[in-house]
């Protein structure tokens, strides 16, 4: 398949499906989608299911183009910790991927800048590719905030982290506003934002980290605008919420650029 606007960085479709699908519904979902993509060899996708669907849509993508991830971790790898689960357990479920840091996760579920750069150098432990979730909110964003809170994020996010963890780390940028209420940012201040952050990973880590670490876009992606946000030079992928959940949709946005 040939992409008009190929890029260096290869692109990235991730699909977190939140808290939705039974292991039945995820079976299937994940059957139709294997066989609507299977001729896509051009870009990475990846699906996120709730952990009990992890093993068996495992089996579904097992040798297809579609890569497995996980929506969450917990950073100590064994022990008693009640409802938790470990990036070495998550490996061997089948993921590959895992987001890190979702705006769901910090508004309801009390994480922070802090524990999302424990669980980012769990997953980097356990050779897991941590997608890491920024973003402000609409009140952050009014008050032209939005630089200062990327700052504080990536800067917290990711301190510690040495040159060769960001050889598989990916930033996901979701401004909160946009994620599920049908408000994507034009793909102006997506580039705005994207290009920004890949600034601050210049800083941070040098040039060439900067230019080869992946950067998607978050927040009310559909098929009718994917085409537009891939055409921004620094947005090399996207992480789709409810568009995702349908696989016909979600090839469509695979497919659709
Ligand atoms: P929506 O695509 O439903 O806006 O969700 C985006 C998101 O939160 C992906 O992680």
Redesign the pocket.
């Known amino acids: 398949m040939l992409r008009s606007n190929m890029k260096r960085r290869k692109p990235l479709i991730a699909g977190?499906w939140k808290m939705f699908k039974t292991c039945q519904e995820a079976v299937e979902t994940a059957q139709h989608l294997v066989k609507l993509i299977a001729d896509n060899t051009t870009i990475d996708v990846m699906i996120a299911p709730t952990f009990t669907s992890l093993m068996p849509v495992s089996d579904v993508v097992k040798g297809t183009c579609v890569a497995l991830g996980a929506q969450n971790l917990f950073w100590e790898p064994e022990g008693a910790y009640t409802g938790e689960i470990s990036s070495a357990m998550l490996v061997s479920a089948g993921c590959s991927y895992v987001?890190i840091g979702?705006s769901e996760r910090r508004q309801y579920f009390g994480e922070t800048d802090i524990t999302v750069n424990k669980k980012i150098k769990a997953a980097i432990k356990d050779n897991l590719t941590p997608i890491v979730?920024v973003g402000e909110s609409e009140k952050e964003r009014e008050s032209n905030h939005t630089f200062s809170v990327l700052d504080k994020q990536i800067a917290k996010g990711l301190e510690d982290l040495i040159p060769s963890d960001l050889e598989t780390l990916i930033i996901a940028y979701?401004p909160v506003w946009?994620?599920?209420?049908g408000k994507t940012a034009t793909n102006e201040q997506a580039q705005a934002v994207h290009q920004y952050l890949r600034s601050l990973i210049e800083k941070k880590f040098g040039n060439n980290l900067a230019n080869s670490v992946s950067i998607l876009y978050?927040?009310?992606?559909k098929p009718d605008n994917i085409k537009e946000l891939m055409l921004m030079p620094d947005v090399d992928g996207a992480?789709?919420?409810?568009?995702s959940l349908n696989a016909e949709t979600f090839s469509k946005i695979v497919l659709g650029f």
Do not use: Q
């Open positions: 977190n987001i979702h979730c979701e946009a994620i599920g209420t978050g927040g009310s992606v992480l789709v919420g409810g568009a």
